[in-house]
């Protein structure tokens, strides 16, 4: 098992900031800690959902409704396996510092031969970090930002993957 293997994810909102705390540990127990602001998060969803939309029997689908619709039961089954009891472990190593780095930048990959996408959140300058999404951890990450962006009350559709969204399966490869 690779040290940089994502272990856990978790969000919370910090009414202090305004902002989403997202803090990635690894099996190596690093941890990244970023900020997410209330318009890095409405990009960031969009982009989520064109993955989503990308995977399985929805990345097949002729048109947006019914992709949007295949993607959302996929994601709804996906739900039930995931782990929402355990307590997030806090790393010991953090490559980018202790204080969370402040995300603005989103850029995709294209798929790999698995259908995998490498998407990478980054900061204004310096290092950010890059997720291997596969499916699973698609669906995830959007479950881990669903919950405290409620609380945040941003008045942003985080509903499963709306068909508007879905429109295009590939977003574009930089967002600002």
Do not use: C
Request: aromatic share 6%; hydrophobic share 40%; charged share 20%.
């Amino acid at each position: 098992m690779s040290e940089n293997q994502l272990r856990q994810m978790n969000a919370s909102y910090v009414p202090e900031q305004d902002r989403l705390l997202l803090k990635i540990n690894t099996t190596g127990q690093t941890e990244f800690r970023f900020w997410i602001t209330r318009r890095y998060l409405a990009l960031l969803w969009q982009v989520l959902s064109q993955i989503a939309g990308g995977f399985g029997k929805a990345g097949f689908a002729l048109d947006s409704a019914t992709r949007a619709e295949v993607a959302n039961l996929a994601h709804e089954e996906l739900k039930k396996g995931m782990d929402i009891r355990t307590q997030y472990q806090n790393g010991g190593h953090f490559p980018l510092g202790e204080d969370p780095v402040l995300l603005v930048k989103i850029t995709t990959h294209k798929p790999d031969a698995s259908g995998n996408r490498k998407l990478s959140l980054l900061p204004d300058q310096g290092r950010g970090i890059d997720l291997n999404l596969d499916e699973n951890l698609t669906h995830s990450l959007m479950r881990v930002l669903q919950e405290p962006a409620a609380v945040a009350d941003w008045s942003i559709d985080l509903g499963l993957l709306p068909e508007v969204v879905l429109q295009s399966v590939v977003p574009p490869a930089t967002l600002h």
